[in-house]
């Protein structure tokens, strides 16, 4: 498995490419906007982190679930298996779990590796939350955990979000230290071609904010999207925009969500290279999808399909299928959920590995290179 591009495996037949038909990927106009039931997790959980490995398998880590009498933090590791082709009708235990059980972490893959960084875990009170400094990286080659070769973080961090830029670099944003309520601005980078160099300090955001969405669109800018300010006081519709290429300061958005904002937003960059906002809690939980294309020079942001099942504490995804797929979470008097939707996006296909056929393998092909950079 090479380290500098993911693997699209070419050796599959397309089996999918019909039912892709059928779903209307691949006919003229856009698909409906329907969500639909994907593999339930076998393991209810919220507050979890979730990534997309170098083979296009999903992956969800850790995070907490609510148990009779208090939370129970989650150390296990569960995969969505991606075949080249379409995703498993089933989640699978992985064959490791988390060296350390943690939620309100972040999780990233970058260069063959996955890195799993921040959050808490009760310590010996089992009502104060200890916070990790610790990051622990996965290497996807060896199997094997990590946790000595990157730097811990600077300072104690949960309720943040992490991205990776078009350079390989992984950046942490905003979430909250371990000062009761403190929210922070802060932003720091971590390059793993120059460890040396550990994490380094960036331009702050122009608001702290804890549980914002981050992600890092086609053009390779990061955005910061909502969240809860300093103090729990007042939930953010303002969005702030950094372009690593140019400055690499956060400018205020013109685009602000719109009502009801949600005390957390779960963001993730669409095939179609839009920015998909679900879900959330404001006193309830939260059905409302909303997108936002960044390309636009006056970018709004627009209702879309509702999800079937109003969550919160939920990870989103987009799946080498092109795909959204939005997992687990907490929802109703049941709270911690197994429960999953996936989502057909649009957008323009074509034959993008060149091999004289439209099929599987260029949408594949396709979300390598939104989510890297570098697309048409």
């Known amino acids: 498995m090479s380290r500098n591009h993911p693997v699209t495996s070419r050796h599959h037949p397309v089996t999918a490419f019909l039912s892709l038909v059928t ?62 082709t379409s995703y498993g009708p089933a989640w699978v235990a992985y064959p490791t779990s988390l060296p350390i059980e943690r939620f309100r972490h972040s999780a990233v893959c970058t260069n063959g590796y996955l890195y799993v960084i921040g959050g ?30 990157v730097p811990p973080i600077p300072y104690p961090n949960h309720g943040h979000e992490s991205t990776v830029d078009n350079f390989g670099r992984i950046w942490m944003i905003g979430g909250q230290t371990s000062d009761a309520n403190h929210v922070t601005a802060a932003t720091v980078v971590y390059d793993p071609a120059r460890p040396q160099l550990g994490w380094q300090t960036m331009p702050s955001l122009n608001t702290a904010r804890l549980f914002p969405g981050v992600v890092t669109d086609k053009s390779g800018r990061i955005w910061a999207i909502g969240g809860l300010d300093n103090g729990y006081q007042n939930r953010l519709s303002t969005c702030e925009v950094l372009d690593p290429c140019a400055g690499a300061t956060w400018t205020m958005a013109s685009a602000t969500l719109p009502a009801p904002v949600s005390v957390e937003v779960h963001a993730v ?25 960044p390309s636009d020079p006056s970018p709004s942001w627009t209702t879309w399909a509702s999800l079937n099942l109003p969550r919160n504490g939920h990870s989103i995804a987009l799946g080498r299928d092109g795909n959204i797929y939005v997992i687990g979470g907490e929802a109703g008097a049941v709270q911690s959920q197994t429960n999953v939707e996936t989502l057909l996006t649009e957008f323009p296909l074509a034959d993008i590995n060149e091999d004289g056929e439209v099929n599987i393998l260029d949408i594949n092909d396709f979300v390598i290179c939104v989510t890297n950079g570098g697309c048409p």
């Open 23 to 84: 779903a209307g990927l691949l006919a003229a106009g856009a698909p409906a906007a329907t969500w639909l039931p994907g593999p339930p997790l076998n393991a209810s959980r919220g507050m979890f982190a979730t990534v997309v490995d170098p083979c296009g398998n999903i992956i969800v880590l850790g995070g907490m679930r609510r148990v009779p009498g208090g939370q129970l933090v989650l150390s296990s590791i569960e995969m969505l298996p991606f075949d080249g």
């Open 120 to 149: 808490v875990r009760w310590g010996a009170d089992p009502n104060i939350a200890e916070p990790i400094l610790q990051v622990d990286r996965y290497d996807f080659l060896t199997q094997t955990w990590d946790s000595t070769s």
């Open 269 to 293: 960059l669409g095939a179609d290279g839009r920015i998909y906002t679900s879900g959330g809690w404001v006193n309830s939980y939260l059905s409302a999808v909303q997108r936002l294309d």
